[in-house]
């Protein structure tokens, strides 16, 4: 064990072994403690540290032996649990810097899953060979696979059901709760478990992938036609990397919790294990066991959501992103971060591969592509025979929907209806596409015009009928819906305006009552295994017309439904959003691309108020490269991202007058600097959120300056007010 002290021969100065500690606190810099006599100390352990009269823990990132002439507060502790590599705590460190992050706070999340005790034993169902009252499709499946003892999750998984399933099975005695025994054991990935057949062009993109893989750092654009195979192909990258280094690990980022379910059951398919899954949704024993496993190298293979990418990475050989055009990857809560970009400084620092699928690319990936800072491999056509959906356009204008027989606003206009009929006769699937949650979007007074909102927010209530309640789906508030307007006290004057899915599944039970209608968003599949059942249940037709939310518009394989109706396409394309056009492309391109995914041909409609629109016409005509040069042009000439730089920042306080004054002083200390232009401060479009004022700032810079270094400077230049919280955004995606 190396000394903590030492003396120097020639001039006895004594010499403290110092460590420099990222304290778990938002702290602005790592602080240094003494090393205490007999303790082993390397960077990257867990350590427990005095601060001022607390007791803290925190992460070592450096070790020094040096003369100090004051007394240093000594390491109280180290805890047992498996230090941090040293790459992934320089990329967690870095990530805290570019998202302009006290370092500490972004390393508690990064930490989190620690906080929960290891856990010693875990719970399992398993049958009893009781009869169950009832018998079902989904229950039957669950009784043929509870042959041995497995967890909830798992078995509701492989079940391919709700866990509502499995608890209901259990409550009726058909299955019993069991203990299972602790077992540490993580089965390894197998490369050659079950290699994919790819076709021509499959072989051709995987064969340019074994060559950018060869150069160490590789960003790989994977750009292929919805239904082309990128997953396949990549896969087989997994499998290259695996077999080529049995110390490499993988990560395969997704964007969507359902997605998620669809592509484990890929991967185990290829593989021939169960892989370590990391989202939300996983229990906090499962999080901190998925965690250890990364840290200490025994997890090889990860698929997950963004914040899987600061798992604690002992060797990363490959990202992969799917769907990378996806904003599900921009956090928007907390520390705002777009794991897009971070997996790619990832990747450079591992010395690895990242490879960003997708049918429709971001366009900053496009243009890093066009200019060859990306390898730019595509893939022009759908697997085997599929071809492409026919697209048309429906002009609402002179299609506008009628009314129903109780004289209530319809939706769906008749060419829809009608090829909806001829879909149905030749038993095929439907999917009505209509990117809003709930019932209706909006609840007014028709007495005194009063829009219901969330109490100390400017935010609409949504009404969810299914539920009678109205719900806030920025705070998460809810409350029945009133037979009183809370404003004029008329009653019963409070009306529904404009649809949701709630709405449309309505309107299909009315038009078609013979078909199986059944609506696909968060609302429904509120986690993985009732996200897993639904899918298993469109795949099995035991669903005709699937109502569905952007939870279902991507990288899932319905091989039956051959229709797909997107009920607003215009939807995507109000607000001040500078990305809204792109975002409404990428989104009714993909879910279009549902339809027509194997033998059977495919068609889409958009119903549009405006199809003269460069997003309508695109899609159409199913010319993306229009579409991202009109685009492209767009953003250039305003210097907006990818051709610029952006940052917000969000002030919030509870009292007004102090938000504005301490605002208008903020405005005083912009730092005036050549490519860097400040707006605000403003009001945000939502100035009340939960009882809290907010006003922003958008700072705008040319690429080659620094946003982070200009931000941090400004504003170091004031004191803020401890009553006013501050978010800065880097490369913000909503604008709200």
């Given at each position: ?725 501050l978010i800065v955004d880097i490369e913000p995606y909503s604008f709200l």
């Amino acid at each position: 064990m190396t000394p903590v002290t030492e003396y120097l021969a020639d001039s006895r100065e004594k010499l403290t072994l110092t460590a420099k500690v990222v304290v778990l606190a938002p702290v602005p810099e790592a602080l240094d403690y003494a090393v205490p006599d007999g303790m082993d100390i390397a960077i990257g352990d867990h350590v427990v540290v005095p601060l001022g009269h607390a007791k803290v823990r925190g992460l070592v990132i450096g070790l020094i032996r040096e003369a100090i002439d004051f007394p240093l507060k000594p390491i109280l502790s180290k805890p047992d649990d498996p230090p941090v590599p040293e790459n992934s705590l320089h990329f967690w460190l870095w990530a805290a810097n570019w998202t302009v992050t006290p370092p500490g706070t972004f390393l508690n999340g990064c930490l989190r899953a620690l906080k929960v005790a290891r856990a010693q034993v875990r719970l399992g169902y398993v049958r009893t060979g009781i009869e169950p009252a009832r018998i079902t499709k989904a229950r039957e499946r669950v009784i043929e696979t509870a042959i041995l003892p497995m967890g909830l999750g798992e078995l509701a998984l492989a079940a391919g059901v709700s866990e509502g399933v499995v608890t209901g099975l259990a409550k009726e005695g058909v299955l019993e709760k069991v203990a299972l025994p602790f077992d540490d054991r993580i089965p390894q990935p197998d490369p050659d478990f079950a290699p994919a057949r790819l076709n021509p062009s499959q072989s051709a993109a995987h064969q340019l992938l074994q060559m950018e893989m060869a150069k160490g750092f590789a960003p790989v654009l994977l750009d292929g036609v919805t239904g082309s195979g990128k997953t396949e192909v990549y896969l087989e990258s997994v499998a290259d990397v695996l077999r080529a280094d049995p110390a490499a690990q993988v990560l395969i980022l997704l964007p969507e919790i359902a997605l998620t379910q669809a592509v484990l059951g890929r991967l185990k398919a290829r593989f021939g294990v169960e892989v370590a899954q990391w989202h939300a949704n996983i229990g906090n024993s499962s999080r901190r066991r998925i965690w250890e496993g990364v840290a200490t190298g025994k997890i090889r293979l990860v698929v997950g959501a963004r914040s899987a990418l600061f798992l604690p990475y002992v060797r990363l050989g490959l990202i992969v992103i799917d769907e990378e055009h996806d904003s599900s990857y921009k956090q928007e809560e907390g520390v705002r971060y777009h794991a897009r970009d971070l997996a790619v400084f990832r990747a450079r620092m591992d010395g690895a591969m990242v490879v960003m699928a997708s049918a429709t690319p971001s366009l900053e990936t496009l243009t890093n592509a066009e200019k060859e800072r990306y390898t730019w491999i595509r893939l022009e056509k759908r697997h085997g025979t599929a071809v492409l959906p026919d697209i048309e356009l429906i002009d609402m204008k002179a299609h506008a929907p009628g009314k129903g027989q109780k004289n209530e606003q319809m939706w769906l206009s008749d060419i829809l209806v009608a090829e909806v009929w001829e879909t149905l006769k030749r038993r095929e699937q439907v999917l009505l596409f209509l990117n809003r949650r709930g019932y209706a979007p909006l609840v007014l007074c028709k007495a005194c015009g009063e829009k219901m909102s969330a109490p100390n927010t400017d935010s609409w209530l949504v009404e969810h009928r299914s539920s009678g309640r109205l719900v806030c789906h920025l705070t998460g508030f809810s409350m029945r819906k009133p037979k009183i307007c809370p404003h004029c006290k008329a009653v019963d004057s409070l009306v529904s305006v404009g649809p949701g899915v709630e709405r449309i599944l309505e309107e299909v039970q009315s038009r078609f009552p013979d078909a199986r209608a059944e609506v696909f968003s968060s609302d429904t599949v509120p986690d993985a295994a009732s996200s897993a059942a639904l899918i298993r249940r469109i795949e099995d037709h035991d669903i005709d017309i699937v109502i569905a939310t952007q939870a279902a518009a991507k990288g899932h394989n319905f091989p039956n439904l051959t229709l797909v109706g997107i009920v607003d396409a215009d939807l995507g394309l109000k607000g001040g959003d500078l990305r809204a056009a792109e975002r409404t492309f990428q989104l009714l391109q993909q879910a279009t691309g549902r339809a027509g995914r194997s033998v059977k041909p495919g068609k889409a409609l958009l119903q549009t108020y405006t199809p003269e629109h460069p997003v309508m016409q695109a899609l159409a005509h199913q010319d993306r490269e229009a579409f991202y040069a009109y685009e492209g042009m767009s953003r250039e000439m305003a210097g907006f991202p990818p051709y610029g730089r952006l940052a917000a920042l969000i002030l919030q306080a509870k009292d007004q007058k102090l938000l504005d004054r301490f605002s208008r002083e903020l405005a005083l200390f912009i730092p005036n600097t050549d490519g860097i232009d400040v707006y605000g401060p403003a009001d945000a479009p939502l100035a009340l959120v939960r009882g809290q004022w907010r006003k922003r700032f958008l700072v705008r810079a040319d690429r080659n300056r620094d946003l982070q270094g200009f931000v941090n400077h400004w504003l170091a230049a004031i004191k803020r007010p401890n009553a006013i919280r501050l978010i800065v955004d880097i490369e913000p995606y909503s604008f709200l």
